[in-house]
């Protein structure tokens, strides 16, 4: 990289004088929400430069993963296996803050709490998750809790798990799936499959109906319509180019472009965007949802000194909005944020990966991975090509390595 | 004196280019993180945990995976990810790992 560039990609951080930073002050990083992106950045900056201060801003006092939460509803695990506690990530130095965040002053370098404190920062990350257009679905507002998106890990997961345990033999379950780019793209047809395994288990006479308003599954297309095929013949109906613009919950019925349909469990997942603190700090740059990026960095392209993580951001081409990349995104973000805060150039090739594995039974899994590299070229960090891909079949050991995996990147992010 | 203070300058130059060479090692190896554990210590036993394991070990297996005379569900795609130059980086770091 040359000189030039590197002042600019540095340009804030010696604007603020953290280049130069002398023994007395440290450098302050605050991070704003405690996911798989922002407690991965603040455990990776305290373990890779201690002499930095981490403080962290998060609104829930426990960890809820929405990576296997899909299994809770499918009554193949319990909330308290997908909940960890933040302790772990004290014991690295890290200061957690119990709060909401309420608005950021990129000029005056500070965030303000619903309590009314301050706090000051020299860097900013931002993991805000999503916040979602319900103004997109006409009778969404009011409709909840009959009305479930259950597309953030958390209560309700509990409440759908509870309305499908209560749901008589015979009864129809409707996922509706947003148009792409959403979250987790292979998290609908997992759900499907996990509510499906149940229904198999407990009532067999229930129907799993998904409106999807793609053309076609998002993600690990076939493995999927063979596992419902196969595994849950008759219990799945899967209808593409479904997109549910309007859901009624006295009539319990959602409307397409082309019908209304009624069933006894609405699970309408609302199209998202970057949640909102994102939105009042001011780094939303495209379609009024997401927020661009420079990948060696993770810096916002709107606003210097903010860095934003994982689904928020403006995805890669060939880069899913999911928990794994959201830690990459973490890790990238973090060496970045080292090396700027002591005034040295940050690795001007990153490199990130991902692997999502979909439970398509109790033990059955499949998975899709990629490897992603910066090219200077494109000034943006692509997918290797010839590298990645998908499961040659469903498969219990990769059952096994998904569980695993799941522990593995908990407690990379949290322990 | 002119010679030293060049020494010196050219001592903390190498010093400054070895971090930074140990700071992207260690970002090559954070991407095996998410699976592997943290510094390659897995905290289940489905996986291999990669702190400590020889340098060479590591070169040979991640080149198996990519040629396919290692089979795998999913290390064989991901291995082709890395460049020669990545996989020697990775497996020093993660050989330098205490267990």
Known sequence: MRRREFLKLAGAATLAGCATRGSAAKARVVVIGAGFGGATAAKYVALWDPGIEVTVVERGTEFISCPISNLVLGGNRTMQDITRGYDGLRKHGVQLVSADALAVDSAKRSVTLADGRTLAYDRLVLSPGIDFLYGDIAGYQGAEPRVLHA?????????????????????????????????????????????????????????????????????????????????????????????????????????????????????????????DIALRAGVITTSNRWCDVDWRTMESKAVKGI?????????????????????????????????????????????????????????????????????????????VKGAGGVSAARSELEGAY?????????ADMLA | MTARLVAAALALAAAAAHAQDNAVARSLAATCAACHGTDGRSVTTEVVPLAGLPKEHIVAQMKAFRDGTRPATVMQQLAKGYTDAQIEQLADYFAGRPR
């Open chain 1, 151 to 275: 597309w953030k890990a958390g209560p309700q997961t509990v409440e759908l798990r509870r309305q499908l345990e209560a749901l008589p033999d015979g009864g129809v379950y409707v996922l509706a799936v947003p148009v792409a780019p959403y979250r987790c793209p292979p998290g609908p047809y997992e759900r499907a499959c996990q509510v499906a395994n149940y229904f198999k288990r407990a009532k067999p006479r229930c129907k799993v109906l998904v409106l999807d308003a793609n053309p076609d599954v998002t993600s690990k297309g076939p493995l999927f319509k063979r596992a419902w095929q196969e595994l849950y013949p008759g219990i799945i109906e899967y209808h593409p180019n479904a997109k549910v613009v309007a859901v009624d919950a006295a009539t319990m019925s959602v409307r397409t472009d082309f019908d209304t349909v009624k069933g006894d469990v609405l699970n309408v997942v609302p199209p998202h965007r970057a949640g």
């Open chain 1, 402 to 410: 998904a569980w695993s995996w799941a522990r593995n990147i908990w």
């Open chain 1, 307 to 383: 860095h934003v993580l994982g689904d928020a951001t403006l995805s890669a081409g060939g880069m899913p909005k999911s928990g794994h990349m959201a830690n990459a995104h973490g890790k990238v973000c973090a060496a970045a944020l080292v090396e700027l805060l002591n005034g040295r150039e940050p690795n001007p090739n990153p490199v990130m990966t991902n692997t999502c594995y979909s439970f398509v039974s109790d033990r059955e899994v499949i998975h899709v991975a990629s490897v992603h590299q910066y090219d200077a070229t494109q000034a943006s960090i692509v997918p």
